[in-house]
Protein backbone atom coordinates (compact mmCIF):
# COMPACT_ATOMS: atom_id res chain seq x y z
CA UNK A 1 0.00 0.00 0.00
CA UNK A 2 1.01 3.43 -0.85
CA UNK A 3 2.17 5.70 2.17
CA UNK A 4 4.30 8.94 2.58
CA UNK A 5 5.19 9.86 6.01
CA UNK A 6 6.44 13.45 6.71
CA UNK A 7 8.47 14.21 9.59
CA UNK A 8 10.76 17.15 10.63
CA UNK A 9 8.15 20.10 11.35
CA UNK A 10 8.51 21.70 14.77
CA UNK A 11 8.02 25.42 16.56
CA UNK A 12 10.92 27.73 15.43
CA UNK A 13 12.05 31.23 15.61
CA UNK A 14 11.84 33.67 12.39
CA UNK A 15 15.15 33.60 10.58
CA UNK A 16 15.89 29.71 11.61
CA UNK A 17 16.00 26.74 9.86
CA UNK A 18 13.85 23.28 9.85
CA UNK A 19 14.60 20.56 7.78
CA UNK A 20 11.21 18.27 6.53
CA UNK A 21 11.66 14.54 5.30
CA UNK A 22 8.48 12.34 3.68
CA UNK A 23 9.84 8.56 3.38
CA UNK A 24 7.86 6.90 0.92
CA UNK A 25 6.89 3.09 0.31
CA UNK A 26 4.66 1.15 -1.68
CA UNK A 27 5.31 2.89 -5.05
CA UNK A 28 8.22 3.16 -7.29
CA UNK A 29 9.40 6.00 -6.19
CA UNK A 30 12.19 6.73 -8.35
CA UNK A 31 9.36 7.51 -11.19
CA UNK A 32 7.38 10.09 -9.21
CA UNK A 33 7.53 13.03 -9.26
CA UNK A 34 7.56 14.40 -5.54
CA UNK A 35 6.38 17.97 -4.04
CA UNK A 36 5.62 19.60 -0.91
CA UNK A 37 2.22 21.79 -0.44
CA UNK A 38 1.73 23.83 2.11
CA UNK A 39 -2.02 24.76 3.96
CA UNK A 40 -2.23 27.37 6.30
CA UNK A 41 -5.50 28.59 8.17
CA UNK A 42 -7.54 28.57 5.02
CA UNK A 43 -8.81 25.96 2.89
CA UNK A 44 -6.31 26.47 -0.36
CA UNK A 45 -3.13 23.99 -0.41
CA UNK A 46 -0.12 25.92 -1.78
CA UNK A 47 2.28 24.16 -4.34
CA UNK A 48 6.48 25.04 -2.11
CA UNK A 49 8.55 23.06 -4.21
CA UNK A 50 8.41 20.22 -6.75
CA UNK A 51 11.32 17.48 -7.75
CA UNK A 52 10.88 15.43 -10.70
CA UNK A 53 12.46 11.57 -11.60
CA UNK A 54 14.71 13.35 -13.12
CA UNK A 55 16.00 15.82 -10.26
CA UNK A 56 14.42 19.23 -12.12
CA UNK A 57 12.94 21.36 -9.25
CA UNK A 58 10.24 23.91 -9.65
CA UNK A 59 9.87 26.24 -6.73
CA UNK A 60 7.08 28.81 -5.41
CA UNK A 61 8.57 32.66 -5.35
CA UNK A 62 7.63 33.09 -1.90
CA UNK A 63 10.13 30.29 -1.24
CA UNK A 64 12.17 30.90 -3.84
CA UNK A 65 16.26 31.47 -2.50
CA UNK A 66 15.37 30.25 1.03
CA UNK A 67 13.87 26.43 0.26
CA UNK A 68 15.39 23.68 -1.24
CA UNK A 69 13.88 19.77 -2.28
CA UNK A 70 16.00 17.44 -2.84
CA UNK A 71 15.28 13.52 -3.10
CA UNK A 72 16.97 10.29 -2.48
CA UNK A 73 15.85 7.71 -4.47
CA UNK A 74 17.76 5.02 -2.71
CA UNK A 75 15.92 5.96 0.81
CA UNK A 76 13.00 6.70 -0.99
CA UNK A 77 13.25 9.86 0.78
CA UNK A 78 12.56 13.47 -0.37
CA UNK A 79 13.78 16.64 1.46
CA UNK A 80 12.68 20.10 2.22
CA UNK A 81 15.50 22.29 3.63
CA UNK A 82 13.79 25.54 4.60
CA UNK A 83 15.97 28.65 5.49
CA UNK A 84 15.49 32.36 6.55
CA UNK A 85 11.91 31.45 7.99
CA UNK A 86 9.26 33.88 8.18
CA UNK A 87 5.97 34.18 10.29
CA UNK A 88 3.96 34.09 6.72
CA UNK A 89 5.64 30.32 6.56
CA UNK A 90 3.81 28.82 9.50
CA UNK A 91 1.73 25.97 7.93
CA UNK A 92 0.52 21.97 7.58
CA UNK A 93 3.54 20.83 5.32
CA UNK A 94 2.32 18.22 2.82
CA UNK A 95 4.24 15.95 1.03
CA UNK A 96 3.13 14.67 -2.17
CA UNK A 97 3.43 11.99 -5.21
CA UNK A 98 2.49 12.02 -8.98
CA UNK A 99 2.81 10.01 -11.70
CA UNK A 100 1.14 9.85 -15.09
CA UNK A 101 -2.63 11.35 -15.31
CA UNK A 102 -4.10 9.36 -12.00
CA UNK A 103 -1.72 8.52 -9.38
CA UNK A 104 -2.00 11.22 -6.63
CA UNK A 105 -1.07 10.16 -3.26
CA UNK A 106 -0.44 12.49 -0.04
CA UNK A 107 1.30 12.20 3.24
CA UNK A 108 -1.10 13.22 6.58
CA UNK A 109 1.34 16.28 6.69
CA UNK A 110 3.64 18.09 9.73
CA UNK A 111 3.11 21.20 11.13
CA UNK A 112 5.69 24.09 11.05
CA UNK A 113 5.22 27.29 13.18
CA UNK A 114 7.22 30.22 13.01
CA UNK A 115 7.28 32.90 15.96
CA UNK A 116 7.60 36.27 15.15
Known amino acids: QEQLVESGGGSVQAGGSLRLSCAAS????????MGWFRQGPGPRRDMVAT???????DYADFVKGRFAISRDNAKSTIYLQMNNLEPEDTAVYYC??????????WGRGTQVTVLS
Open 96 to 105: AAKFGLTSRY
Open 26 to 33: GLIFSSYT
Open 51 to 57: ITSGGTT
